[in-house]
């Protein structure tokens, strides 16, 4: 929540950036898109969620034995071909696990995209905010559902991409 | 000890964590599916079957079909936000990982709790 909050002082019309950008004289006019835009939101997601992507791809990686970098690079690999063939397969449940937090959070995030994006975005989360606000519980619940349904979906074909419990 | 017993140890041992799944996600979730599938009114729900709060929500989507409604344009905003910050987490995150797991000091204290395996 604060880390979110925090952004708006930065971004705003009268905000640190463009300020910044004003004094260097690179532009002459606030930046509008700055907050309570795409950007803003995605922004802000980004900078909450890279987390749950940076813990566990690093927890897969870490378990990477050396030596088989250590024979790619002897049998004449050049960085990127250890890193495509080596370090990114065997990273891939990590990746997978990080792409299952991040989607899951952010299909069901309101406040975030209501926040960021000055309550001007609408998001699937925001419709059964409002559904429920009308005490119409019904519909909110079928809202919830259709949505569940499209996680699921997304994060089985995911899992259908690369078998997580295999690979564990 | 047999497998019999084994695996009955082994599902006991699971159970506690089963049952709060069950009890506090599971359960909750029946109850907003069937919710879902019950008749309402302007300051009531009525517990019978009806498909309206799918129908509503769906109003005019089909009929107006080549522009989208506002509940379609709704859903794809928020696809396009999804799959906007995963491709970002997904590059800043294997970046950072990266970094940490291959050239970060090999002994940090961070680092110490995924370590398994033969080391180098």
């Given at each position: 929540m604060i880390r979110m909050i925090a952004w708006i002082p930065l971004l705003g019309r009268n905000g640190l950036v463009n300020r910044g950008l004003e004094g260097v004289g690179l532009i002459n006019a606030p930046l509008?898109?700055?907050?309570?835009?795409e950007f803003s939101v995605v922004l802000a997601l980004v900078h909450l969620f890279t987390f749950f992507m940076v813990v566990p791809i690093f927890n897969s990686m870490i378990r990477i034995d050396k030596r088989l970098i250590e024979a790619a690079y002897d049998a004449g690999a050049t960085g990127w071909q250890t890193l495509v063939n080596i370090i990114i397969p065997l990273a891939k449940p990590g990746i997978v696990i990080g792409s299952i937090f991040v989607i899951t959070i952010v299909m069901g995030d309101f406040v975030t995209i209501g926040v960021m994006g000055g309550q001007q975005i609408a998001s699937a989360g925001k419709i059964i905010e409002a559904r429920l606000n009308a005490l119409q519980f019904p519909a909110a619940a079928a809202n919830a559902v259709i949505l569940l349904g499209i996680t699921i979906l997304i994060i089985s074909s995911l899992t259908r991409i690369v078998d997580i419990r295999k690979e564990l | 000890m047999t497998q019999d017993r084994k695996s009955f140890v082994a599902w006991l041992q699971a159970a506690p964590m089963m049952l709060i799944f069950a009890l506090f996600f599971l359960l909750p979730l029946v109850f907003v599916t069937i919710v879902s599938t019950w008749d309402y009114n302007e300051y009531e729900m009525i517990p019978a079957f009806s498909l309206r709060g799918y129908s509503d929500t769906f109003e005019g989507c089909i009929a107006g079909l080549p522009d989208l409604c506002t509940i379609l344009k709704t859903y794809l905003k928020t696809l396009k936000l999804c799959v906007l910050t995963w491709s970002l987490t997904l590059l800043i995150g294997f970046t950072v990982a990266y970094f940490l797991a291959f050239?970060?000091?090999?002994?940090?204290p961070c680092s110490a709790p995924f370590r398994s395996g033969p080391r180098m």
């Open positions: 509008e898109w700055l907050l309570f835009s | 050239h970060g000091r090999s002994y940090s």
